[in-house]
């Protein structure tokens, strides 16, 4: 290395950057640091408010050592002794200069150092000097063209060759935009307003004075002139103007080293041209456009966003390389495919921590087969959803608008593609956690009613527990809603949920009207129990009632047994309907149900009674009751007095009476028999028909009755038989001999009497 140098072209360690970042190297390779250098300088966040600028002209003609007057650059010149090329490659710096001659320059400048490029140092080798020009056009808004005073209207210098270059290659770029344009190849003049414009200033160097900067600038526009005019023109171009693609810019310095002070001031003049502007007028015919403000038209703009310049640049770069067509526009798209990419996975990775806690949290209650709602999903969500849409929007909508348009919508349907599965796993979940807290919650309150004794109002337990998880799952969904978006709109299940709470109300009005219905058959079961006990005690007193009468009641008498029973129990049952339809009717149980709530009460009563009838008739009860029947009908007189037998006693005949008393009584057991319609009860027209409204399972716990249920083989006749024919006469048989005990004891009474 050589030490004259303040640097050479090697790549400098990364965040070296002290003499700026080199974009390209002396290989030709593509310096990958660029978009860390930009980053560094705070200039990729800067969308489009930066400018990029590059500087051409012959070898050591003082470009740098102009930049890093302008600029505040800082990149390598050549010493003042010794005449070798410096610069190597591409270099790139940004402008550290705030303001020039006490005005503002515009914001984050870019400056392009390109290798010296009449190919003195790299011998005949145009080809780097072909591509480096290419490379600047596709990427710059100003051309610096560095020239010494004394080369103006050498028509055949260095710089020319140069110019020529430029030219060339500006058609080669724009050529392929024209083709397409929809003037068609007939219409030769070029259109303005879309054609990428470059600004190409002329900075004339050892400006003496004797010539005027305004002779210098007609003598070069005459030479720009010529050139344009010797270059062969793409098909459809020849008649383009070089004022179609160019604008022009002048400038002129005095030499460095003999009037230091003024080169000086003049560049800071310079310096203070590099603002923005914009154009008041098109270029005349001396080329030069009317311009108001700085140097720096918005047109000149390559509309690369800053933070897709590294990409851009090495896009096109891998193209001159490559020695590819360099097609700009699918250049611009690729760039945007990439850059948007890049983008929507950045913004991805903001919404990612939001989002993938919640959704492993419920991907791990999934697998537990719990519901759990996720607390503030909704706004958390929805928040990220947006914060990443505009974050992407603020940075990508700068690219290719089209490709920009089809990322975006793809990184929305990824976005909302998570969301919707997050949502509907928290629907499902609120779903499940409101119909469990729903039954749970009822069942809780039924339970406490019951124990604080049964005064609860099912209907409206139901009813408010149901508005209470409904006004939760509504908040739920509420909480969900993005506006706009459609697939955030869960009223169906709303609707869902709603008519599954009723199902479950449904099912648990069922176990209530169960419960009801229980309470109700334990009542009725008890009263019978009593009442047809009553009536069966009664049997024991063989005046058919133990005492007097009650006044106005009709005295008891043993054959109307079964007309008493049987009213007995027809008020029963029917005070038990009552009981159990108002109860029904106030948990807003259907008329269906309560139809067949009565009827299976009906039955279940008539069971209930049937049950009682029978331990009444079994063998040990009855043969007590009917002892005592004949007991009280043979040891009592007519006036209830308790006879004391003498021998003269007609014992046999009192006997016999009774006993064939009580021995009618038999017969008149063993049926159901009423003795008012000298028939049976109406038992099928009492229970009624089977109602429309039986469901699968009304009739598991239902004893079949005989005559009702005409499949069970059992006949009226047999249901309402209490005695068969063989326990009738085992009876008989058995009572006479009880009968016939009494009568021997009452004999013995009477002599043993008369002995003492
Ligand atoms: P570059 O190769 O075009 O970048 O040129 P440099 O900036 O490295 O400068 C080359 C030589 O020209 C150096 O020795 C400078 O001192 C000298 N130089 C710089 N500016 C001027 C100037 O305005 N006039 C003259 N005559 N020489 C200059
Ligand atoms: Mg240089």
Sequence with gaps: MNGHFSAVGDQPANGNYDHGCQVIDEEKEFNRNLNDYLQTM???????????????????????????HLFGTTFSVMS????????????????????????????????????????????????????SALFAL????????????????????????LLKTVFE??????????????????????????????????????HIGNTPLSALQNTLIQDLQKIWSSIS????????????????????????ILQGDKFESEVAQLGARFTTGHRVAKGG?????????GILLPEYHRRIPADGLSVYAEGVWDQIVNNKDLDLPTQ???????????????????????????????????????????????????????????????????????????????????????????????????????????????????????????????????????KKNVDIFKAEVDSLAIEGVEWTNFVSQTQLFEAELDEVSSKLRKDEIRRLATRVERWVKSRLGDAVGLEFNKLGSGRGGSGAPEEGEKPATEKDLWDRIWNVFTSVVSEAEGRFSDRAKSFDASDAEVEVGLWRLRRKSWTALREKIEEEVMEGNILMKLRENFEDKFRYDEAGVPRIWRPTD????????ARESTLALIPLLAKFKLLSSQSPPDLVGFIGPQPSGVEAGDEEDLAPIGGVDEEEGKSLEEELTMLSENKRQDLVVRFKKTADGVYVEAKRSAIGGMTQ
Excluded at 174 to 182: E, G, I, L, S, Y
Excluded at 236 to 250: A, P, V
Excluded at 358 to 364: D, M
Excluded at 650 to 657: N, S
Aim: hydrophobic share 35%; net charge neutral.
């Design 42 to 68: 705070h200039v990729t966040e800067a969308g489009f408010n930066y400018h990029l600028i590059s500087v051409f002209g012959s070898q050591s003609t003082g470009k740098s050592t102009l930049l890093n």
């Design 80 to 131: 003042e002794t010794e005449r070798r090329q410096t610069t190597k490659g591409i270099w790139l710096s940004k402008n550290k200069r705030e303001t020039s001659a006490g005005t503002k320059m515009a914001d984050n400048i870019l400056v392009m150092d390109v290798e010296g490029t009449d190919g003195r140092e790299r011998g005949e080798d145009q080809d780097f000097e072909r591509k």
């Design 138 to 161: 596709a990427t710059s808004e100003v051309l610096l063209v560095n020239i010494w005073e004394h080369q103006v209207g050498l028509y055949q210098g260095a710089n020319m060759g």
């Design 169 to 206: 290659v500006n058609l080669q770029l724009f050529q392929k935009d024209k083709k397409r344009a929809p003037v068609g190849p007939h219409v030769l003049t070029v259109d303005r307003s879309s054609t990428p414009r470059s600004l190409l200033f002329f900075v004339i160097r050892d």
């Design 233 to 256: 023109k793409p098909e459809g171009l020849e008649q383009s103007r070089i004022e179609d693609y160019f604008d022009f810019g002048f400038a002129a310095l005095p030499h460095k």
């Design 285 to 293: 015919d001396d080329g030069v456009a009317e311009t108001e403000g």
């Design 332 to 466: 611009q798209e690729l760039l945007a495919q990439f850059r948007c990419d890049e983008i929507s996975r950045e913004v991805l990775v903001a919404f990612d921590q939001q989002l993938t806690p919640l959704e492993e949290k419920q991907t791990q209650a999934s697998k537990l087969g719990k519901a759990v709602v996720l607390p503030d999903l909704g706004s958390i969500a929805s928040e990220a959803r947006e914060k990443c849409f505009k974050a992407f929007e603020v940075q990508a909508s700068r690219y290719h608008k089209g490709v920009y348009s089809r990322k975006k919508q793809e990184l929305e349907s990824k976005v909302d593609g998570r969301l919707k599965a997050l949502y509907q796993g928290q629907i499902a979940a609120a779903h499940k956690a409101g119909v469990a807290a729903f039954s749970e919650a009822v069942a809780n309150k039924v339970k406490a009613g019951q124990k604080a004794g049964g005064g609860y109002e099912f209907a409206e337990i139901v009813s408010n527990e149901k």
């Design 650 to 657: 007609d014992i046999e005949g009192i006997y016999t009476r």
